[in-house]
């Protein structure tokens, strides 16, 4: 069975940090683009991050400087590591790739 899952979302206050994690089976992620998706409440989903099979990343403007995607081949899994977090990045979280989505991980910044 192809699927991704995440894990990692919770409870932050504003100016914590928190990573997640996606998990794959039946994808290689190192043969793919793997991308983190957000979509907050009234919102559409949106493009956070991406990594590429040979490593390049892309930022969202809202991520840049304070998210830092990565990937961990022996692992199969890609990370979200978010620091800095402010109200307005509660979301749920998506990862993506070869045109599968997760089940999504909610994130909430809020004191």
């Known amino acids: 069975q192809v699927q991704v899952v995440e894990s990692g979302g919770g409870l932050v206050q504003p100016g914590g940090s928190l990573r997640l994690s996606c998990a794959a089976s039946g994808i290689i992620f190192s043969f793919n683009t793997v991308g983190w998706y957000r979509q907050a409440t009234g919102k559409e989903r949106e493009v956070v991050a991406r990594i590429t099979s040979v490593g390049t990343t892309y930022y969202a403007t809202s991520a840049k400087g304070r998210f830092t995607i990565s990937r961990d081949n022996a692992k199969n899994t890609v990370y979200l590591q978010m620091n800095s977090l402010k109200p307005e990045d509660t979301a749920v979280y998506y990862c993506?790739?070869?045109?599968?989505w997760g089940q999504g991980t909610q994130v909430t910044v809020s004191s």
């Open positions: 993506y790739a070869m045109s599968i």
